[in-house]
């Protein structure tokens, strides 16, 4: 009832009171002897009455002294009232004051009666009003309700997930014409799509789908009629509302044909319930394992062709509870098996189970590289799936106490939410719920948004978003962006929140506008002619994990095909910043500082446009003008206001993409050639320049050297092969603890580690023999060390890494490429730091080298043999050392001017070429095999110039920091969307 209007609130508490009527029976009396004496029968009846509390507004001055019963002021009223209450409401029954309220003055009577006369009531309530205007004017008319003592009628046991009804009203009271109804639970009035209210009658009903835990609570039903309102409450408890059975089981399972083969079958739920297998109606044999779990062992009798049975798991009471087993027995050959998700052919899929903290399903499909990938995940975090339910009935009223709940599990469970992209896309479901019913929204209200926003944008759920954008049926990521903008429309007062990874500012200009946003995004708003305007900033700083790359220039039909339809050589350069102003600007000028400094290619200006690709969104450049890219800082004008960033191209500079291709080729193929021949030649000459023990420790290392990068190559190529065919790519294989890419992976970093390690051998071999001189050291003990140095240690540090980081799937990277990860774990360090520590060594060696012999002359003491091998040893680290420094420099340069071609072609050049350096400089440059070589090669030409015959452990450096997906060229490139500046020398792979 409006207050504004209503005049007399009628307020009818309909509390029945027992009223005893006392009835005498006398006995007639007739003149007999002894007759008994007269008896007085006395017979009680209790006939019901009911409270009917009313009210009535009177157009007086309320004073205080009309609260105390014993005052003058109220003696007085209640003597004028009462009279007139009595003679109106007599054909109702009888009424009286029970107190006065402020409001004008409410005047509060009840009404006893023995039956509710809807004709009577309407009668009396219109006289009234008439009546009373001789105390005072009647502001509005006269509304009784009637509170029934009487429940609700309530639902039998309800199981959660399924549907209960609760019904209001009386069948016997007229209420006269109803209006309308409205239900409440626990106080908050029931509004969302799963609480259903129908009025027929005089009776409401309230259907509730979808039952939880959370409706449990006091109901209140209000019928609203035209002369009469009906209140009535009921209170729905935990023993009408349980627990519905949560059947847990593999829904999906294939397994190999064996003759007499036992396959478990496993069934579980929560207690008190139990479960039973059946197949078909017949009921199973099963074995109780675990608490709550039971298991049917099913013998394969027969393999006489693929076949497909169905098991199901019921719960024993109630019975309507079960879950299907669809168990595939299949005699071809087996092409995935894992712990997981067992065996199966190409193109099988196979469910598998939840964490034990986690609510849902995870669906695997078998790929012909062996592998199961996972195709569809459930696995909601269960207190997270309880808020998403919760979230479905949520209310204006309810969001500050509801937010706060959201961002204190959300930072309960950070470590694992990150990990789980259903989780990641549950917690966007709920803010997108929270943006829509916030028609203002506060500082409290927005900080524990945030707060929560942070942890599910982090660099560890990279992955996750991965995940989620390559679904075509979900649009997380744009709806995070979407929720964000629509709660920053809401915002009111001006206040500053910053977490980990947000800023936001929200305050009022005048005219002009200019900020730095978290030193890395600069606003400026030029003078526009508008006053007292409030603006809002958002700065996101690791939205590049979240958001795709596809912009609006995008094929439409590689979207639909690709699923999110990112581009390959794209990425997110800088913090996406969302702007909000209430007012008309012309335009906005934002200065960018970029992400990764090494990706300078075609800078976009670029807005996220919500309504690209069947509303998927992508990145738009409409009204937004690139105007600068100065020292690693990228300036834009737009004329329109909203979600802000920049778009750079991460790839080398496509003219030259053919050319790398044939230098890759070529000088790949050249070096893997000259290995063979060096290993030939060493093989040839070895009696011949083997004779003194430093000779001997010399070819051993450079035999070695030679070995590890041939077989390192041979891996590269594998790996280019792998990370080409989309079927193997890293992408899915990381999924796995053992895979084509993962191996291939631990055998490059194997062998181009040992390449570090000889190389370390010949370094500490000049060492010795020049600094050492009067020292002597065996053939088999420096034999020992060397193999010590060039393959248990670079194993050590292998298998190392592999333990480290692959339990946590971050071993290689996860785009399409076979390399060890840098964006996770920074498992790349396991290569970067032994090798720049063994080029250190070396340079260092031949500092103090060069320093002894200048002092006292090469090899004072050693035989002319041994003069000869110190010599060549030296050459060829000198030699060797700037020259493999000088492709490391060039992989820098590629970093630092991504769009130099002529410093991708020399890298690319030198790279591929390091096998064909090794034959020249570490075999061909020494005199003595030359001349060897002469006596049965009549052709070869001779130099008596004796050099080098070993590699310095800088080698190869290139070609085994990083590897990213792209052509198998030798290319440097930053860490895709990386904050790092360390550069990333690569081998490239298509």
Sequence with gaps: MDTTTAATTAVTNLTPVATTVMKTTTADTTAVTNSPPVTTVMSTTTIATIDIRMSIRLDLVYTPDLANPSSTAYRELEGKVNPVLRAQYRSVGAASVTGFRAGSVITEFVVQTTEVNISRVTEANRNVTIAMATIAPVIGSVVAQYNSPNSIRLPPLTYTGQTMTLTCGLTDVNLGTISSSEWKLKGQKLTTVRFKIVTAGSLSTLTVTNVKKSDIGTYECLILGTELEFFQKGNVTSDIIKDAPNVLLQDKINVECKEGDIQPLKCCVQSPYKVSWFEGTTLLNSIPVETTCIRHDYTINVCTGSVEKTFICKVDDPSSFAQTTKLTIFTETITCNSPEYGTGREGDRASGKCDEDQEGTKTAECQPSGQWVVVEDTCIIKIIN???????????????????????????????????????????????????????????????????VDVIIGDDARESWAFLNSNETLNSSSELLGSMETLADGLNETFT?????????????????????????????????????????????????????????????????????????DAINAAVVLVKINATVPNVTLSYNKLNGALSLNPQCVFWNFTLFNETGAWDDEGCIFVSDINNTVTCSCDHLTSFSILMATDIPPKIITLLDVITYVGVGISLASLVICLIIEG??????????????????????????????????????????????????????????????????????????????????????????FSHMSKSTMLAIGFTLGYVCPLIIAVITVA??????????????????????????????????????????????????????????????????????????????????????????????????????????????????????????????????????????????????????????????????????????GARNSNSSSASESYVNI
């Excluded at 808020?387 to 937010?403: A, C, Q, R």
């Excluded at 051993?700 to 891996?715: E, F, K, P, W």
């Excluded at 993962?742 to 390690?757: E, G, R, V």
């Excluded at 110190?870 to 991504?898: D, E, N, Q, Y």
């Design 386 to 452: 309880d808020l998403l339910s919760k979230s479905e009935d949520l209310v204006v009223e309810g969001v500050p106490v509801f937010v706060v709940e959201l961002k204190d599990a959300v930072q309960e469970e950070k470590e694992n939410i990150s990990n789980s992209s259903a989780t990641i896309s549950a917690i966007v479901d709920i803010l997108n719920t929270i943006a829509n019913i916030s028609d203002v929204v506060s500082e409290d209200v927005m900080l524990n948004v945030l707060n929560t």
């Design 684 to 773: 040839y000459v070895w009696k011949a320049v083997t004779r003194n023990s430093t000779a001997f420790m010399r070819h051993v290392s450079i035999i070695n050297t030679a070995l590890s990068l041939l077989i390192a190559d041979i891996c590269f190529i594998i790996a280019a092969f792998i990370a080409k065919n989309p079927l193997e790519n890293p992408g899915e294989d990381y999924e796995v603890p053992v895979g084509p890419c993962s191996t291939a992976t631990f055998f490059m970093h194997f062998f181009y580690l040992a390449l570090f390690f000889w190389m370390l051998v010949s370094g500490l071999l000049l060492f010795y023999r020049t600094v050492m001189v």
């Design 804 to 973: 480290v980081t692959a339990p946590g799937r971050g071993y290689i990277r996860k785009d399409n490429a076979c390399w060890l990860n840098w964006l996770e774990t920074k498992a790349l360090l396991a290569l970067v730091i032994p090798a720049l520590t063994i080029v250190l060594i070396n340079i260092l060696i031949v500092i103090v080298v060069l320093f002894k012999m200048l002092r006292r002359g090469v090899g004072d003491t050693a035989h002319t043999d041994e003069k000869h091998t110190m010599v060549v040893i030296l050459r060829c680290v000198a030699i060797l050392t700037p020259l493999f420094g000088l492709t490391w420099s060039l992989g820098v340069g590629t970093m630092i001017s991504p769009t130099n071609e002529g410093i991708h072609i020399a890298f690319a050049f030198f790279n591929s070429l390091q096998g064909f350096f090794i034959l020249v400089f570490g075999t061909l440059f020494d005199s003595k095999i030359r001349s060897l070589l002469s006596k049965r090669v009549p052709t070869t030409n001779s130099t008596s110039n004796p050099t080098r015959s070993t590699s310095d452990g800088i080698f190869s450096l290139s070609g085994m920091f990083s590897r990213i997906r792209g052509r198998n060229v030798y290319h440097v490139s």
């Design 497 to 569: 929140i910053k977490t980990q990874r947000i800023l936001l500012n929200r305050t009022m200009f005048d005219n002009s506008f200019m900020a730095d946003l978290n030193s890395s995004v600069v606003i400026q708003i030029p003078n526009s002619d508008i006053s007292n305007v409030f603006i809002t900033t958002i700065v996101f700083s690791t939205l590049n994990n979240v958001m795709p790359t596809r912009n609006s220039t995008f094929d439409v039909g590689l979207l639909n095909a690709t699923g999110n339809g990112t581009l390959a050589d």
